[in-house]
């Protein structure tokens, strides 16, 4: 049977993707018309602070609570129990990463030595934050920590001039920012941001930039003691706004970022990941703390599996966080299979993270609109020869013409919905 040829991408209707009561809001509007490229959606969402694109469902509904969250953090700084706050951590802000920037190492000495406990836990990345700073100066050819590779062939690819192409920071504000958060961290900063994102039911590492300046703003000034307790008390949780179940593991908000980093690094070298390919992927500009703690819990939630450390090429050579997010969702949606559905074997990378079982072949697909088209075809014609038989699992829905020429070639699509793409706990 020759290939049919390929069809357009379907534009969907946000309406039938989402639940109706989240479509709009008091600060919101999600554009009706949802395209897609043939695997993954793209949502616009208009708000108050700008507009955001999601390429998923699960997506759309995270930035939609985000959303909820920046609204109530705008409010906070516009009452006047919180306005001289803002005010007051804003100079303080401002004087400690002027000295960290002119003095980083300096800076750090005044550290209590009784912190030293903080840095035996976080281990290689925190050996003193003055070293991390040197650490980053010492590679200025590798600022990203991107590799060529498979990665960066997937969906969910940057758009042009987008993430990608940022760019990025001097020396001075390397050390401000890198030494300062360190010195924060000790003194309970950290905890208070993710103390804050709690309160608001979001993730305190999300990628959405307006949401973590607003967190980093809001977190300084209740860390540097000019907003009271009880002007956070006002913030009210994103699920009381918007009436979507939270995807946010209670690890994101209890678990100390240091903590994370050492069980990631423990776990990816348990599995035979090489050192280096481990301090890449702590480092991965692409990968949020909650991306990269999800992909190795998903990893580690697939006992007796074989070279689980096979994703690391794929995952190291992602060029932005909507690709980072496939790997991760493959990752988590192989697990499950792995738990529920059927035994796998080893894991190997063709293009994308697959799966043996047996004399079958698995493939996770977490797409949302699959449609007949050049990459499909090319990547189903090349792995079909690899194994007489072929299962790939989709977490959306496929057209009739992209059903009947993957069965033409052997393959098995097999409907796994995950509606919420929830993280493994």
């Given at each position: 049977?020759q290939?049919?040829?390929?069809e357009?991408?379907?534009?969907?209707?946000?309406?039938?993707?989402?639940?109706?009561?989240?479509?709009?809001?008091?600060?919101?509007?999600?554009?009706?018309?949802?395209?897609?490229d043939?695997l993954l959606?793209?949502?616009?969402?208009?708000t108050?602070?700008?507009?955001?694109?999601?390429?998923?469902?699960?997506?759309a509904?995270?930035?939609?609570?985000e959303?909820a969250a920046?609204?109530?953090l705008?409010?906070?700084?516009?009452?006047?129990?919180?306005?001289?706050?803002?005010e007051?951590?804003?100079?303080?802000?401002?004087?400690s990463?002027?000295?960290?920037?002119?003095?980083?190492?300096?800076?750090?000495?005044?550290?209590p030595?009784?912190?030293?406990?903080?840095?035996?836990?976080v281990?290689?990345?925190?050996?003193?934050?003055?070293?991390?700073?040197?650490?980053?100066?010492?590679e200025?050819?590798?600022?990203?920590?991107?590799?060529?590779?498979?990665?960066?062939?997937?969906?969910?690819?940057?758009l042009?001039?987008?993430?990608?192409?940022?760019?990025?920071?001097g020396?001075?504000?390397?050390?401000?920012?890198?030494?300062g958060?360190?010195?924060?961290?000790?003194?309970?900063?950290?905890?208070?941001?993710?103390?804050?994102?709690?309160?608001?039911?979001?993730?305190?590492?999300?990628d959405?930039p307006?949401?973590?300046?607003?967190?980093?703003?809001?977190?300084?000034?209740?860390?540097?003691?000019?907003?009271?307790?009880?002007a956070?008390?006002?913030?009210a949780?994103?699920?009381?706004?918007?009436?979507?179940?939270?995807?946010?593991s209670?690890?994101?908000?209890?678990?100390?970022?240091?903590?994370?980093?050492?069980?990631?690094?423990?776990?990816?070298?348990?599995?035979?990941?090489?050192?280096?390919?481990?301090?890449?992927?702590?480092?991965?500009?692409?990968?949020?703390?909650?991306?990269?703690?999800?992909?190795?819990?998903?990893?580690?939630?697939?006992p007796?599996?074989?070279?689980?450390?096979?994703?690391m090429?794929?995952?190291?050579?992602?060029?932005?966080?909507?690709?980072?997010?496939?790997?991760?969702?493959?990752?988590?949606?192989?697990?499950?299979?792995?738990?529920?559905e059927?035994r796998?074997e080893?894991l190997?990378?063709?293009?994308?993270l697959?799966?043996?079982?047996?004399?079958?072949?698995?493939v996770?697909?977490p797409?949302?609109?699959?449609?007949?088209?050049?990459?499909?075809?090319?990547?189903?014609?090349?792995?079909?020869?690899?194994s007489?038989?072929?299962r790939?699992?989709?977490r959306?829905?496929a057209?009739?013409?992209?059903?009947?020429?993957?069965?033409?070639?052997g393959?098995?699509?097999?409907?796994?919905p995950?509606?919420?793409?929830a993280?493994?706990?």
């Amino acid at each position: 049977m020759q290939p049919a040829p390929f069809e357009p991408p379907p534009v969907l209707s946000a309406a039938d993707l989402l639940p109706t009561e989240v479509l709009s809001g008091p600060h919101h509007r999600v554009v009706d018309a949802v395209p897609s490229d043939g695997l993954l959606t793209r949502f616009t969402i208009e708000t108050d602070f700008g507009t955001f694109e999601a390429a998923s469902p699960a997506l759309a509904l995270t930035r939609i609570r985000e959303i909820a969250a920046l609204a109530e953090l705008e409010k906070l700084e516009t009452e006047d129990l919180a306005k001289d706050g803002f005010e007051h951590s804003a100079n303080r802000l401002k004087e400690s990463f002027q000295n960290l920037a002119e003095d980083p190492e300096g800076s750090l000495k005044g550290i209590p030595e009784g912190v030293s406990r903080f840095f035996n836990r976080v281990g290689r990345a925190a050996k003193t934050g003055y070293q991390t700073i040197e650490d980053r100066r010492a590679e200025p050819d590798e600022p990203t920590a991107v590799l060529p590779g498979p990665g960066s062939r997937l969906p969910g690819a940057p758009l042009t001039g987008s993430q990608s192409a940022a760019k990025q920071p001097g020396g001075a504000e390397v050390a401000a920012k890198l030494a300062g958060r360190t010195a924060a961290d000790i003194f309970g900063y950290s905890e208070q941001r993710r103390e804050i994102a709690k309160r608001l039911d979001v993730d305190p590492y999300t990628d959405n930039p307006v949401l973590t300046k607003r967190l980093d703003e809001v977190a300084w000034a209740a860390f540097s003691g000019g907003l009271g307790v009880t002007a956070l008390k006002a913030l009210a949780p994103a699920s009381n706004l918007v009436t979507v179940t939270s995807s946010a593991s209670n690890w994101v908000w209890e678990t100390k970022p240091g903590d994370l980093r050492v069980y990631n690094e423990q776990t990816l070298l348990g599995l035979g990941a090489s050192s280096v390919d481990v301090d890449r992927l702590l480092r991965h500009p692409f990968f949020t703390t909650s991306l990269r703690t999800r992909l190795v819990k998903a990893l580690d939630a697939m006992p007796g599996v074989a070279d689980r450390a096979a994703v690391m090429p794929l995952a190291l050579s992602v060029t932005s966080t909507g690709q980072a997010r496939f790997v991760v969702e493959s990752a988590e949606m192989l697990a499950r299979i792995h738990a529920a559905e059927r035994r796998l074997e080893r894991l190997f990378i063709d293009g994308t993270l697959i799966a043996q079982s047996g004399e079958t072949l698995v493939v996770p697909a977490p797409v949302d609109a699959m449609s007949w088209n050049t990459q499909l075809q090319g990547f189903g014609q090349r792995v079909a020869v690899q194994s007489d038989e072929r299962r790939m699992y989709i977490r959306g829905g496929a057209t009739p013409l992209a059903q009947e020429q993957l069965a033409a070639i052997g393959w098995t699509l097999v409907a796994w919905p995950d509606p919420a793409h929830a993280p493994l706990r």
